[in-house]
């Protein structure tokens, strides 16, 4: 691979192949490095596929609610009352609002796993010094190495 990849950076410095070609080149040498190489975490049942959702703490719900619907189209999926949670997309969840302090800080952002299976995802997290808590509505919840909050739900 590191072959293909001076020879792309070799052919831009010449001028045989545009900034846009490169990127491109390497995007796609990116993208089948990724699909050929699978790491512990995919061999044992834990493959992120996507961002699922992104949590935002507010202190206003009513003024978060009107902008996302106004700005991005979206819609209320869910609510949890008691817990002064919202749940915004077209669908799915995109964003969830949370009336929580402080305000204005992404609570968590959740990742979605390929053929999730809580038992073998908490088995193999914990082996890897993780701690994995439950969550209100699904899947469960680890810090990263700066404190943040990682929900992990099925994709």
């Known amino acids: 691979m590191e072959a293909m990849i001076a020879n792309l950076v070799s052919r831009f410095e010449k001028g045989s192949l545009t900034r846009r070609e490169l990127v491109q080149g390497l995007a796609t040498l990116a993208a089948a490095g990724a699909t050929a190489s699978t790491s512990p975490?995919?061999?044992?049942?834990?493959?992120?596929?996507?961002?699922d959702h992104i949590s935002i703490q507010v202190s206003d719900l009513?003024?978060?609610?009107?902008?996302?619907?106004?700005?991005?189209?979206?819609?209320?999926?869910?609510?949890?009352?008691?817990?002064?949670?919202?749940?915004?997309?077209?669908?799915?969840?995109l964003v969830s609002l949370?009336?929580?302090?402080?305000?204005?800080?992404?609570?968590?952002?959740?990742?979605?796993?390929?053929?999730?299976?809580?038992?073998?995802?908490?088995?193999?997290?914990?082996?890897?010094?993780a701690n994995p808590e439950q969550d209100i509505d699904a899947g469960f919840h680890i810090k990263d190495p700066q404190g943040i909050g990682v929900q992990i739900v099925g994709a």
């Open 98 to 129: 949370h009336h929580k302090s402080p305000t204005g800080v992404v609570d968590h952002f959740a990742i979605g796993v390929e053929k999730f299976d809580k038992d073998i995802v908490t088995r193999e997290l914990k082996a890897r010094g």
């Open 41 to 51: 975490a995919q061999e044992a049942g834990i493959k992120g596929v996507k961002i």
């Open 62 to 93: 009513p003024r978060s609610i009107a902008f996302y619907q106004k700005m991005f189209g979206l819609t209320v999926v869910s609510e949890d009352k008691p817990n002064e949670i919202v749940r915004l997309g077209i669908g799915k969840t």
